[in-house]
């Protein structure tokens, strides 16, 4: 946690995490999904627009994780997506000691579609949004890639709070 009190650290962890996995996967492994599922690729994508989308938004102070790019290189090319987690890496290092500010969110909300729905929330709850959402797509990278995902140990795709059970139920 930094003084500013956004919670940083364990975005930037869970992205240190995906590079990890970058390095470790084929591009194979990477970009080709098994039957009927997402690939690894696909899912890791998801998980970086969402950071671009809060760091772009935060000059603005609107964040629209609906506006994403969708960028099919970034589910093909482990190199491009290994280069965007650094620019989030180092968009993240950038705001240590930022004040915590309110921020406008818009995401999709009706099924069959509708107005825009803008809430009001802070930088450091979206930044808590994104570390939960991000691990939530690295555990099903997880199920994805066992063989691979071991290696990396096993805090990967787990939440901080689950690890901190687990060490209370190891004393």
């Keep these: 946690m930094n003084p500013a009190g956004l919670p940083l650290d364990g975005n930037a962890s869970v992205l240190r995490q995906g590079e990890a996995l970058l390095e470790l996967l084929s591009d194979s492994d990477y970009a080709e999904g098994l039957a009927g599922a997402a690939s690894?690729?696909?899912?890791?994508?998801?998980?970086?627009?969402h950071y671009q989308?809060?760091?772009?938004g935060l000059g603005s102070g609107r964040i629209d994780y609906d506006a994403r790019a969708r960028e099919?290189?970034?589910e093909r090319s482990r190199e491009a997506a290994l280069a965007v987690?650094?620019?989030?890496?180092?968009g993240l290092?950038?705001?240590r000691g930022a004040a915590e500010r309110p921020l406008e969110v818009q995401m999709e909300t009706a099924i069959a579609g509708g107005p825009p729905d803008?809430?009001?929330?802070?930088?450091g709850r979206e930044l808590q949004f994104l570390l939960s959402h991000t691990l939530h797509h690295y555990a099903l990278i997880r199920l994805l890639l066992p063989a691979v995902t071991l290696r990396l140990g096993a805090d990967f795709g787990v939440a901080p709070s689950t690890l901190?059970?687990?060490r209370k139920g190891e004393r």
Excluded: D, I, P
């Excluded at 690894?40 to 627009?49: F, N, P, S």
């Design 72 to 74: 099919a290189r970034l």
């Design 118 to 123: 803008w809430r009001a929330s802070s930088a």
């Design 164 to 166: 901190s059970h687990r």
């Design 53 to 56: 989308a809060f760091l772009l």
């Design 93 to 95: 290092e950038a705001l």
């Design 40 to 49: 690894v690729g696909a899912q890791y994508r998801h998980v970086l627009e």
């Design 85 to 90: 987690t650094r620019e989030c890496l180092a």
